[in-house]
C-alpha cells in the first residue's frame, strides 16, 4: 500500500515557477516509477514527465527544458519543479506510483500505475 500526498500547487503568471511535490508512506516497495500526470478540465490525463528508482528520466515534448523532475528517496517525496511556466501548463497534477516492480509496461502510462495522488492545482495567468 501506498499513499500519495501532494502540495506545491497555486497561481502563477506566465514565466514564473513552482515547485510540486508528493510526499510517498506505506510499506509496499519501493516504486520503481514514479511520475507526473497532469490533466485540464475536460481533457484526458496525459504523462508529463517519470523517474526510475536506477534515476532515468523522460518528460514529454512539451515541457522538456523547463520541468525537472526528481526523486528523494531518504524522504520518500517526488518533486516536479517546474520554470517558464506557460498558460498551457495550467492543470491538476497528479503523481503516481508503480507496484515497486521491474514490469515491461511504460512509465509513461497512466495503467502502470494503482497509486496516485489527489492532485494540486496549477493555474498560470497571461
Known amino acids: 500500500q501506498v499513499q500519495l500526498v501532494e502540495s506545491g500547487g497555486g497561481s502563477v503568471q506566465a514565466g514564473g515557477s513552482l515547485r510540486l511535490s508528493c510526499a510517498a508512506s506505506g510499506d509496499s516497495a519501493e516504486p520503481v516509477c514514479m511520475a507526473w500526470f497532469r490533466q485540464a478540465p475536460g481533457k484526458e490525463r496525459d504523462w508529463v514527465a517519470f523517474?526510475?528508482?536506477?534515476?532515468?528520466?523522460l518528460y514529454t515534448d512539451s515541457v522538456k527544458g523547463r520541468f525537472t523532475i526528481s526523486r528523494d528517496r531518504a524522504k520518500n517525496t517526488l518533486y516536479l519543479q517546474m520554470n517558464s511556466l506557460k498558460p498551457e501548463d495550467a492543470a491538476m497534477y497528479y503523481c503516481a506510483a508503480d507496484r515497486g516492480r521491474y514490469e515491461y509496461s511504460s512509465c509513461a502510462s497512466t495503467g502502470r500505475y494503482p497509486y496516485w495522488g489527489q492532485g494540486t492545482q496549477v493555474t498560470v495567468s497571461s
Open positions: 523517474v526510475r528508482i536506477d534515476g532515468p528520466s
